[in-house]
């Protein structure tokens, strides 16, 4: 089966500017996520969907950061406007059962300057 | 602040020795999940082992499981150059959502 595309993988944008990262999950899987991952961590859960109702954006920087998921199938994540603290990887994963295995994409890496 | 915390952070190797990560955890879990990842690359599922589960085996790795102690812990047999990688645990608290540790970074030397 095909895997979870991101795109795009590499954008530096400077700091106020706004950025947008799409995410294909793999095709029924009906939970979607998005982590960030800043250089030497763990990924960090920004939001999680579940179809196309969000069940978990309690990380989600508010002020900035959106996402949406459309018809339950792709994401968009956007950061408006950004921060040089948001420089990171995005990734996105997507799993058949909440909690269960998640499949990764390869993750977009985001330099703000 | 993060569920997991695996220990070492960092660990160097030869290859053919075993490798050994460890994970604990604060809070009661539903399950444990551990994630392989190579530089530059998304994460990869390696191995989930549930709540009421002891041990488990896939290919090379295993996995235990102490709930009384709030740990868990990643074996590699026989290493390879390949294995080289960052190791992360994730836990499963309330059915939905995973949070992951920090990671344990394996250098496997040729």
């Known amino acids: 089966e095909a895997g979870v595309a991101q795109s795009p993988r590499y954008k530096i944008i400077e700091k106020r500017q706004s950025v947008a990262f799409w995410c294909n999950p793999i095709?029924?899987?009906?939970?979607l996520y998005w982590y960030q991952q800043i250089l030497g961590q763990g990924p960090k859960l920004l939001i999680q969907f579940q179809n196309n109702g969000v069940v978990d954006d309690s990380q989600l920087p508010k002020d900035r950061f959106s996402a949406e998921r459309l018809k339950g199938v792709d994401s968009t994540l956007k950061i408006q406007p950004a921060k040089l603290e948001d420089s990171a990887v995005y990734l996105c994963?997507?799993?058949?059962?909440?909690?269960?295995?998640?499949?990764f994409g390869e993750g977009s890496r985001l330099t703000v300057l | 602040s993060q569920q997991g915390e695996e220990d070492p952070q960092a660990l160097s190797i030869q290859e053919g020795e075993n490798a050994t990560m460890n994970c604990s955890y604060k809070?009661?879990?539903?399950?444990l999940q551990w994630y392989r990842q190579n530089s530059g690359r998304g994460l990869v599922h390696l191995i989930l082992?549930?709540?009421?589960?002891r041990e488990k085996h896939s290919g090379r790795l295993r996995v235990t499981l102490d709930t009384s102690k709030k740990s868990s812990s990643l074996l590699i047999t026989a290493s390879r150059a390949a294995d080289t990688a960052s190791y992360f645990c994730?836990?499963?608290?309330?059915?939905?959502?995973?949070?992951f540790g920090e990671g344990t970074q394996l250098t496997v030397n040729p």
């Open positions: 809070t009661s879990i539903n399950n």
């Open positions: 095709s029924g899987h009906a939970t």
């Open positions: 994730a836990t499963d608290t309330s059915g939905s959502r995973l949070t």
């Open positions: 994963a997507s799993s058949r059962t909440r909690a269960g295995e998640l499949f």
């Open positions: 082992i549930r709540s009421n589960e």
